[in-house]
C-alpha cells in the first residue's frame, strides 16, 4: 500500500508493485503492459498524469516518466502535448496482415493482391532473358555500375506517375516495405518522432516499433492528412518528418488534392521536415496528380515499388533520394538487403524500356473497374469509398458495429476482411469501417461470392 492514500481518489490506473523488483521503472512498465493485454486498460484509457501516479506510488516523476517511455516506445500508448498519456486503440491490433499460409475455408477480401490474370508479359519476358547465352548472370552479384540504364527505366516509370526526377537520385531497395524500413534507420534515431495519418499502413508501423521511432497521428479532414495539423505537429509535437500515401490512400483508398499536396510540400520547406511518399498504387490512374516530391524534390523521399501495379513477387523498388538523404540511406540499404535481384532488375527494367509494363499496368487496370463494379453493385446502399481503378474500398459500417466485431462476424461466414482497428495510430479513435480488397479473390465468383455475404452481414440487424 502507497504512503499516500488514494483509495478513493478517480485515478483510470492503480497499478500495484513490488518496489524490490529493479529497476522500478521496468517494473511499472511491464505492470502497464500486463494490464492492456489483460484488458485491464482499454484503448483509449486515459492514464494518470505522472506527477498524481508519482504521488500515488511514492515514486520519483522521472521513474514514471521512464516506463512511460518504455511503453510509448512499444506502441502501448500514445502522448499527446497538452492532452495527456492514452492507451493506444492499436495497442493489441495484428499489424502484420498479411497471413503465413493462405486462409482456409475464407475468401480472401484482406490483403491488397493485385488480380492475377495479368501475368503473361512478364512471364514471355522472363523466358527471352533466360534465353540468352549469358543468361548465369541474372543469377550472380549485381554491380552499382551495371544499373545506369536501369536506372533510366526507373525515372520513365516515375515521370509515368507523375514526378519527375534524375538517374543520380536513384536507389534501388527490395519492396517498398524494405525501402521504408531504410529511410527511417537512415533519418531517425531511436525515441525520434514521424507524422502519419490517423490511419495509415500497418507496414510502416511494425518498422516503426522494430526501430523504436515513434509514430504521431496527424489529424485528417475528409481523409486529407490536414496541412494545419501537420504545420501544428512541426511546432508542437517535435517531429523530424511524416510519411504519406498521397494516391489510393491505404487504407480509406482516398486521394491528397493538389493544393494539399503542394501545401504539404510548402510546410516540409518551412520547417526543413523529411517526407517519405509511398507512391506504390500511383500507376493504377489513368492520369497520376502530381506527386508531393514535385514541389519539394530536396524534402521528399519518393519509392515507387512495383508490387501493387506490377506483380506482388516482383521485389524491387525505386526510390528517388534528395541529395542530403542520399549517401545515409544507401548505407542503410546496403545493409538491410546488400543487393537487389540482378534477376529481377533487369526483368523490370526491360518491361518499362520496352513499353510493356504499360499494356501489363492497363490489364490491371481493366480487371480493377471490373471489380469495383461489380462491389458497387452489391454496396451501392452503403459508404464505400475508393476509385474505380482502386485494388481495395474503404467501407463505412451502419449501426453501431465496430470495424474489429465487423471483421470477427465476416470471418465467422468465410470472408477475410481488415477492420480499421489494424490501421490506426496511438490514441486516434478508429472509424468504424472495414478494409476490403477487390481484387484478392481468385476470380468474378469468388468475389461475387464474398459481396454477398458482406451484404447480407450488413443487412442483419445486431
Known sequence: MPINSFENYPMSWKP?????DKPIYQ????QLEQDVLDGVLLPGTKLPPQRELADYLDLNLSTISKAFKVCELKGLVSASVGSGTFVSYDALSNAYLLEDTKPKNLIEMGATLPDDASYEPLMLQLKTMLQESDYERWFGYGRAGESL???DAAVKLMRRGGFETTV????????????????LASLCKPGDRIGVDHHTYPGLKTVAAMLSVQIVPIRSE??????????HACKNENIKGIYIIPDYHNPTASFMSVENREKIAAIAKKYNQFVIEDASYHLLSNNPLPAVASFAPDQVIYISS?????????????????????????KALYNLNITVSPL??????????SNQFETLVESHREQNIRRNKLADEYLSDYTCVGDETGIFRWLLLPGKLTGAEFEALAAQNGVQVYAAERFVVGNSC???????????PESMEELKLGLVILKRLLETPI
Not at 506482388?312 to 549517401?327: D, H, I, N, S
Request: glycine letters at 4%; one cysteine or more; a positive charge.
Open 344 to 353: 529481377l532488375a533487369e526483368l523490370t527494367a526491360r518491361m518499362i524500356v
Open 16 to 20: 500495484s508493485i513490488d518496489k524490490r
Open 27 to 30: 517494473t511499472l512498465a511491464r
Open 222 to 231: 475528409y481523409y486529407q492528412l490536414s496541412p494545419e495539423s501537420f504545420e
Open 430 to 440: 478508429p472509424d468504424r469501417a472495414v478494409r476490403i480488397s477487390v481484387c484478392a
Open 168 to 183: 543520380d537520385h536513384i536507389l534501388f531497395a527490395n519492396g517498398g516495405q524494405n525501402a521504408i524500413a531504410a529511410a
Open 306 to 330: 512495383l508490387s501493387k501495379s506490377f506483380a506482388p513477387g516482383l521485389r524491387l523498388a525505386y526510390v528517388a533520394v534528395p541529395k542530403q538523404f542520399k549517401e545515409p540511406l544507401s
Open 149 to 151: 540504364w536501369q536506372k
